[in-house]
């Protein structure tokens, strides 16, 4: 039985499992944990290549970035289990990222054209966005899987061409192996899921080498930003769509392009395929043309992935309706509104006491059905209340009390021929208690 097999066997015991909800591309619980096996592979693969071909002054900076990713995975296989807060996650992100950075030699992806104190900063926020962006993206089955077979082989072409360092192709080469294992295993319909466990290390190995390669020159750079530009270029622009539209970016949804893909009716193995053949592409231009013209071979690469996305038809992203301006809102935005602020529908914040006591919420007081009053709001009231006894619908008790009383049915209810019906407990008189 392989690694694999007895991994899903272990997951599924332990109900490690991906359970379908309004934002899943999936119909049943799927076990999530399948990264295990993939960091543990490529964790072995990485130090026998460190302590076998690189020197000892070297070893150190080629192990630290692999224990960061290690650390990695032990706190995204923890969200996976229990889901953690963004503020601790982000926190040991960006620890690892500063491990990364000074492994690097404090050369960021843009040495080669900006001085430290500029590229520093960018690269470490580039860097921690691709961390994220390569966990976003894995949505569907195969892609995440697909993408970095990709983006490895196109590294270890750039080394076997002369265009990065050497000691790039071989950890390279460990991370898309890894991947091909893994896809056998992820690849519609999937039997395991690569979960957070997988996808955010493997996100940060890779940018460290998409990193290293950047700052080797011009032309490393440009090859470098070509590589990902299919996951880049559809995680930027749905989480600027959703920054504009007011929403949380942290909060999960099924908007990127591959989503609206499967939504519209493509499978999950055709997007994969299609990925696949445009990221051949991008990695030719990366061999072959960034060479030759450094600044072409991104803007050539944008105009093959906005291909890819209109060829993949993607559906439309539905948008919420909102009320329209100077309207009155509606109970449904109330309840969203209420809910969003974090208290319970029907309750509302009263102010905190002098005697110790915090701000607490209390059930809020319902207006009766029918008003006790007159001016233009009773009459309106009395003119809708009117016009759905016409249509044969249930009168209010309020309403029907009034009829009595202008009937002289209902002694003590109200005077003859008063249209206001009087509400319990309350005398004739307008607006006085009895």
């Known amino acids: 039985m392989s690694r694999h ?3 899903i066997g272990v997951l599924t015991r332990r109900a490690v499992l991906d359970r379908p909800n309004e934002r899943s591309s999936h119909a049943v619980p799927v076990p999530r944990g399948g990264g295990i096996a993939v960091v543990a592979a490529v964790a072995a693969a990485w130090v026998w290549l460190a302590v076998t071909t690189l020197p000892a002054v070297d070893l150190a900076r080629w192990l630290v970035p692999l224990g960061a990713a290690l650390a990695l995975a032990a706190i995204s296989f923890a969200d996976d289990l229990r889901s953690l807060g963004a503020g601790l996650r982000l926190g040991v992100q960006a620890l690892a990222v500063a491990a990364g950075l000074w492994a690097l030699d404090g050369r960021g992806a ?14 470490a926020l580039g860097w921690l966005w691709f961390v994220n962006l390569y966990n976003f993206m894995d949505g569907i089955d195969g892609i995440t899987g697909t993408e970095t077979v990709s983006i490895g082989v196109g590294l270890a072409g750039l080394a076997a061409l002369g265009l990065a360092p050497p000691t790039v192709s071989g950890p390279a080469v460990a991370l898309a192996a890894a991947a091909v294992g893994f896809l056998v295993w992820n690849w519609h319909p999937a039997r395991i899921f690569l979960g957070d466990v997988g996808s955010v290390p493997v996100g940060y190995l890779l940018g460290f080498l998409l990193i290293l390669v950047a700052g080797s020159g011009l032309v490393g750079l440009a090859a470098a930003a070509t590589l990902p530009m299919v996951y880049l270029a559809d995680a930027t622009i749905t989480l600027a769509r959703r920054v504009a539209r007011g929403e949380s970016p942290a ?7 591959y989503q609206r893909a499967v939504i519209g009716g493509s499978s999950h193995s055709a ?6 053949a445009v990221n051949a592409c991008l990695a030719s231009l990366a061999w072959f043309m960034a060479p030759v013209a450094a600044l072409a071979a991104p803007l050539v690469g944008a105009v093959v992935v906005a291909a890819l996305f209109v060829a993949l038809r993607p559906a439309p992203v539905p948008t919420p309706p909102r009320p329209p301006r100077g309207a009155r809102e509606g ?7 209420v809910c969003r602020a974090g208290r319970a529908p029907g309750a509302r914040r009263r102010r905190a006491s002098g005697r110790g006591g915090g701000a607490v919420a209390r059930p809020a007081r319902r207006r009766p059905a029918v008003r006790s009053g007159g001016g233009r709001r009773g009459r309106w009231r009395h003119r809708v209340e009117r016009r759905a006894l016409r249509r044969g619908r249930r009168a209010a008790p309020g309403v029907a009390a009034a009829r009595r009383s202008r009937r002289g049915g209902a002694p003590g209810r109200g005077r003859p021929g008063d249209r206001r019906p009087a509400r319990p407990g309350w005398s004739s008189r307008r607006g006085r208690p009895g």
């Open 110 to 123: 843009l040495a080669a054209v900006a001085p430290a104190w500029i590229d520093l900063p960018l690269t």
């Open 271 to 276: 997007v994969c395929v299609r990925i696949a």
């Open 5 to 7: 097999a007895r991994l």
């Open 251 to 257: 909060r999960a949804h099924r908007e990127h392009v």
């Open 331 to 337: 109970p449904a935005h109330r309840r969203e509104r």
